[in-house]
């Protein structure tokens, strides 16, 4: 069997996602890849193979297709959107420099692709509830335009060259193995982080901003169930709407106070992230992704909150120990 290659693995949605795909395939199916070198067992306790990899340079990627035999290439090395905001040239060379250079591998070597798009792809003039899956898209962010101008890429590879480019327009990912590198919903992972060390939380959105978020073990079974469905119920590929819960962050203090019942939450509203989230939907219709392919979520926020409480107080147990 072909292995397959995780870019950008030590990132939020990588650290979880080799773990899962080894389990699923086994340890040596899975490349692990990222642009600092991966210590041995930096991801899960079962080793396999892992690559240097700068998504910007095509030729670390042909290498590593070459070298260890890869049929499916999982891109998740990316910027995320506040951090695209900063500094928008470096989110363009890399969201969209590091995209057409795994395009172009992939169509050289026959890989099948995975992208993730998101509810940043998404804009002001986007109906904002239960947003659905063909509409307008005119986001307003360097990220948004990254994510869009990477949606439309990976159709075209798809119609052009016949690249299996497949996708999903990922929500807020809420995780407790790795935090999130400068996005506009990490407020979402920061508050269980918060609320575990009995600390009060200041929230950079302003209250009442509703965003749709997931687990990370539902994003993780989301892309591994995505890239081995059969695509002949497909009527998209690339880029369904997924979701689990939309919330507020009224509604995600609410949720933790059912265990922590003294933990408070104050505002300091982030101007550059609030204006991100107020351009983005409140929620989105996932009606493709069930029909196409039997996408389900998992955990809702009730769920999430009391396996995050339960995981984060056992690592910051032994982290702050
Ligand atoms: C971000 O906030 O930038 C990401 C996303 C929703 O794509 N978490």
Redesign the pocket.
């Known amino acids: 069997m072909k292995r397959m290659l995780v870019t950008g693995a030590l990132g939020q949605i990588g650290s979880e996602l080799v773990p899962a795909l080894r389990a699923r395939f086994g340890a040596d199916a899975v490349v692990a890849s990222d642009i600092r070198m991966l210590q041995k067992s930096e991801l899960s306790n079962e080793e396999g193979p892992s690559a240097f990899v700068d998504v910007t340079d095509i030729r670390h990627i042909q290498d590593t297709v070459r070298r260890f035999d890869i049929g499916t290439i999982y891109h998740l090395a990316a910027v995320?959107?506040?951090v695209a905001e900063d500094k928008p040239q470096v989110a363009w060379d890399i969201n969209m420099g590091g995209l057409y250079a795994v395009l172009e591998v992939a169509r050289e070597y026959g890989c099948a692709l995975f992208v993730p798009s998101?509810?940043?792809a998404f804009g002001p003039t986007t109906p904002p509830d239960f947003t659905p899956q063909d509409t307008i898209q005119r986001p307003t962010s360097m990220?948004g335009v990254t994510k869009v101008a990477g949606e439309l890429l990976g159709d075209y590879y798809y119609k052009r060259f016949g690249v299996d480019c497949r996708g999903l327009r990922?929500?807020?990912?809420i995780s407790y193995i790795a935090p999130?590198g400068?996005?506009?919903?990490?407020y979402a992972v920061e508050i269980y982080y918060a609320a575990v060390r009995h600390e009060k939380y200041t929230c950079f959105l302003r209250g009442g901003t509703k965003l749709d978020m997931m687990y990370m073990p539902d994003a993780t079974r989301a892309i591994a169930d995505l890239m081995i469905a059969d695509s002949a119920h497909f009527k998209h590929r690339n880029s369904f709407n997924v979701t689990a819960m939309s919330v507020t962050p009224e509604l995600m203090a609410a949720s933790i106070r059912e265990y922590l019942p003294d933990f408070e939450m104050e505002y300091d509203v982030d101007p550059v992230r609030q204006a991100i989230a107020d351009s983005?939907p409140n929620s989105l219709d996932d009606t493709a992704a069930r029909e196409e392919w039997g996408w389900k979520p998992e955990y809702n926020l009730a769920s999430m909150t009391r396996d995050m409480l339960e995981k984060l107080t056992a690592k910051l147990n032994v982290d702050d120990a």
């Open positions: 995320l959107s506040a998101s509810i940043g990220y990922f929500p807020g990912l999130p400068g996005g506009t919903t990490d983005w």
